[in-house]
């Protein structure tokens, strides 16, 4: 889907969704699990009369990503009235940014389609309130009626605009990856909870017209929706029909997009300064929280390498969730960091994945238990995949499973020397014919010998093992 001739630039809601009340109320953030439209006050309903008060710990977080972003933290800062009609705005106005948002020119560092470090530049990082959730009884161009859920109204958003710097679906998909990783980094946001980032993707071919796609959930999303636009806007262009400036929906189930509007103006919202808030200096807050921030994924990576010794590629898969880079840490401290590095990012991550399931389900103790087994020769390769696999697998109680239950009970204690050249003398005997292709000079004979070796001891060889002893024997005989 690359190809010189296409830009795409995004812009990202962000609910600060770690945050304990809304933006401008004391309303609780925790509605996730609850009924609609029980998580709402005066303020947050709009009600005539309400003034809204700025919680100051959003701000802080707001400062946080900025910097994390590497954007310019505005001295002064400043909050508008952005005036539209909508039913999931009760206010009929939306409190956010305007001119002089929180954060101007920043940058994100992403894996380009060509493998390299590509820099991604951030227009500008701005708060303001969420909407709350309108649920459609059917698709949104076909409901007979739509439900609103104001549980979401007056939650803290950032909203993350980039320059047309992107190239592909691809690269797009790796952004929003990119981003969620600095956000949880950041410990603001929970990427898991319902509505917690929506995109919008702009999309056009050079020279031609942009079409917005609004209010995509998923990355995966992104990325199927962008790859369709541009098969559309290509195969307009061939007709000789010009993309005019729209904004589109995203229809997840038929996966096409469909155009619902043409594009607003900024002059349409009648932006104008929120008379019932001041102008927040901000410039003074910036330190502390500068100082506050975390060790974040570039310098992770960095240090991973540098300390653990490990490769930048298994490096880069460990770094790219917080979970897993504490729970390497943690294993690296107790076993070889290297081989901790290989198994977690290339095995583990892999069966979580699998599984749709995150590391939290396993115990950085059985990992340094199963690495140590692995180091001592007690388990094969194959024998320390399958513990995890078991261990996995395991419904109930994980204090249950251990690695060295596992391997007791599915007998995959690695066969003893012995053992293995009696099987691999046996396999000799037994393979006339593949013997007798290898000296014949075909090589690749030698793996059915091995194949026979390793049924013998049930798999419990190890298969590198196992084939320098077959080729051994064949070659004194
Ligand atoms: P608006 O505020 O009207 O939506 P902006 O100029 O602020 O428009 O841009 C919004 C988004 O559109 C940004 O993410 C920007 O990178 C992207 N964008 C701008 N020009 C193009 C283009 N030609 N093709 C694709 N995306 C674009
Ligand atoms: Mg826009
Ligand atoms: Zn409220």
Not at 40 to 50: D, I, S
Not at 54 to 81: D, H, K, M, P
Not at 331 to 337: D, G, L, S, T
Not at 444 to 467: H, L
Request: glycine share 8%; aromatic share 6%; with cysteine.
């Amino acid at each position: 889907m690359a190809g010189g001739d296409v830009i795409i630039g995004l812009e990202v809601h962000v609910q600060l969704n770690r945050l304990h009340s809304k933006l401008f109320c004391g309303c609780s953030t925790d509605y996730h699990a609850s009924d609609p439209n029980t998580h709402t006050c005066p303020v947050c309903l709009g009600l005539p009369g309400t003034l809204p008060v700025v919680n100051r710990r959003a701000v802080e977080y707001a400062i946080r990503v900025a910097l994390a972003l590497n954007c310019q933290i505005q001295g002064e800062t400043l909050f508008y009235r952005k005036n539209y009609y909508y039913p999931d705005l009760p206010k009929a106005f939306q409190i956010t940014q305007y001119d002089f948002p929180l954060g101007l020119g920043g940058s994100i560092l992403i894996k380009g389609e060509d493998g390299e470090e590509k820099k991604i530049r951030i227009t500008r990082v701005h708060m303001e309130e969420d909407p709350g959730r309108l649920v459609h009884a059917g698709t949104i161009d076909r409901a007979k009626y739509s439900m609103v859920d104001y549980n979401r109204c007056g939650m803290s958003l950032l909203e993350v605009v980039t320059e047309p710097d992107l190239r592909s679906p691809k690269e797009a998909r790796s952004f929003l990856d990119k981003l969620r990783n600095i956000l949880e980094y950041l410990d603001v946001f929970d990427g898991g909870l319902e509505g917690a980032m929506r995109i919008d993707s702009n999309i056009s071919l050079v020279g031609g017209e942009r079409a917005e796609v609004k209010n995509i959930s998923s990355h995966k999303g992104v990325e199927k929706a962008l790859a369709y636009e541009i098969t559309r806007q290509r195969s307009a262009r061939r007709r000789g029909v010009a993309q005019v400036q729209e904004t589109r929906h995203y229809d997840e189930l038929r996966a096409i997009t469909v155009s619902i509007r043409t594009k607003e103006e900024a002059h349409d919202y009648r932006y104008f300064p929120e008379p019932d808030l001041v102008p927040m200096r901000i410039a003074d807050w910036v330190p502390k929280v500068e100082a506050e921030l975390p060790e974040l994924p570039d310098a992770k990576r960095e240090r991973f390498v540098a300390e653990y010794g490990i490769a930048d590629d298994h490096a880069r898969s460990l770094t790219s969730e917080i979970r897993v880079a504490n729970f390497y840490e943690v294993v690296a401290k107790r076993a070889p960091p290297r081989l901790a590095a290989a198994w977690i990012a290339d095995v583990l991550k892999g069966e979580l994945n699998y599984r749709d399931i995150t590391i939290d389900k396993f115990s950085p103790d059985h990992m340094v238990e199963i690495l140590s087994m692995l180091e001592g020769g007690k388990i094969t390769e194959k024998g320390a995949v399958e513990v995890i696999r078991t261990i996995l697998d395991h419904s109930g109680d994980p204090s249950e499973v251990t690695p060295a239950r596992v391997v007791e009970a599915k007998g995959l204690v690695r066969a003893g020397d012995d053992a293995v050249k009696a099987a691999v003398r046996a396999a000799v005997e037994e393979s006339a014919q593949a013997v007798a292709d290898y000296r014949a000079g075909n090589e690749k004979a030698i793996n059915f010998i091995v194949g026979v070796v390793m049924k013998k001891t049930r798999g419990r060889a190890d298969p590198g093992e196992a084939n320098r002893l077959v080729k051994e024997t064949l070659d004194e005989i």
